[in-house]
Nanobody
Framework: QVQLVESGGGLVQAGGSLRLSCAAS????????MGWFRQTPGKEREFVAS????????YYADSVKGRFTISRDNAKNTVFVQMNSLKPEDTAVYYC??????????????????WGKGTLVTVSS
């Protein structure tokens, strides 16, 4: 079992930045590929970004490319997403995800085995 705990959400003005963190714990948590998804009320959860277990490949949704950067610190079992140039449409609950394939997370059938409980990001205009 792997536990994921997100932090770093909050209220920010449009154009601002936030960095979300996801701390993973549990057996072999460091071997999982990790990702971020987001969800707004009435909409399906959508892929944001993902990273391989060694951090050598990253994947992004088109809507965040060039503005968000995903990274991980395997020594601390933590994954981050740095979010810059935030827009009101980035407002959502952001969820951390762990699974066997970072690449699959950006597909129509993301392979996710564990989810965090989410952290709310609100971007004001």
């Amino acid at each position: 079992q792997v536990q994921l705990v997100e932090s770093g959400g909050g209220l920010v003005q449009a154009g601002g930045s936030l960095r979300l963190s996801c701390a993973a714990s549990g057996r072999t948590s460091g071997s999982y590929e990790m990702g971020w998804f987001r969800q707004t009320p009435g909409k399906e959860r959508e892929f944001v970004a993902s990273i391989t277990s060694r951090g050598d490949s990253t994947y992004y949704a088109d809507s965040v490319k060039g503005r968000f950067t995903i990274s991980r610190d395997n020594a601390k079992n933590t994954v981050f997403v740095q979010m810059n140039s935030l827009k009101p449409e980035d407002t959502a609950v952001y969820y951390c995800a762990a699974g066997p394939s970072a690449q699959s997370m950006g597909t129509i059938y993301p392979w996710v085995q564990y989810w965090g409980k989410g952290t709310l990001v609100t971007v004001s205009s």
